[in-house]
Nanobody
Framework: QVQLVESGGGLVQAGGSLRLSCAGF????????MGWFRQAPGKERECVAA????????YYAGSVKGRFTISRDNAKNTVYLQMNNLKPEDTAVYYCAADTRSSGNYYYTRQYQYDYWGQGTQVTVSS
C-alpha cells in the first residue's frame, strides 16, 4: 500500500506563488513516476506536471509551462509543485498521483497510468 498526502494549498492573489508538497508513505517511493493533476469545478481532471522516478525527465501542460516546476526529493519521499505567477484559472483541487506498476524510467500524463492518489488540496487564486 502507498499513501500520498498533499499539503501547501490555499488562497493566493493572482501573480502570487504556492508550493505544493506530496509526501509518500509505504513502499519504495523513489522508484515511482509521479504526477500532479488538477480538477476545476465542472471540468475534467488534467495532468499539469509529471516526473519520472529519477527526476531527470519532466512534463508540463502548456497552460502551466514556464510558471510551474515539478521536482522530487527521493530521500524525503516527497514530490513538489512550485507554482509561480498564479492565475485565477489555476483555481482547482490539486492531486498528486503515483505509478507503482511500471518498471521503466518514464513519466506519465494519463489518469489510468497512475494507481495511487492523494486526497487533494485546494488552490484558489483570486483576481
Amino acid at each position: 500500500q502507498v499513501q500520498l498526502v498533499e499539503s501547501g494549498g490555499g488562497l493566493v492573489q493572482a501573480g502570487g506563488s504556492l508550493r505544493l508538497s506530496c509526501a509518500g508513505f509505504g513502499r519504495t517511493f523513489s522508484m515511482y513516476a509521479m504526477g500532479w493533476f488538477r480538477q476545476a469545478p465542472g471540468k475534467e481532471r488534467e495532468c499539469v506536471a509529471a516526473i519520472n522516478w529519477s527526476g531527470g525527465s519532466t512534463y508540463y501542460a502548456g497552460s502551466v509551462k514556464g510558471r510551474f516546476t515539478i521536482s522530487r526529493d527521493n530521500a524525503k519521499n516527497t514530490v513538489y509543485l512550485q507554482m509561480n505567477n498564479l492565475k485565477p484559472e489555476d483555481t482547482a483541487v490539486y492531486y498528486c498521483a503515483a505509478d507503482t506498476r511500471s518498471s521503466g524510467n518514464y513519466y506519465y500524463t494519463r489518469q489510468y497510468q497512475y494507481d495511487y492518489w492523494g486526497q487533494g488540496t485546494q488552490v484558489t487564486v483570486s483576481s
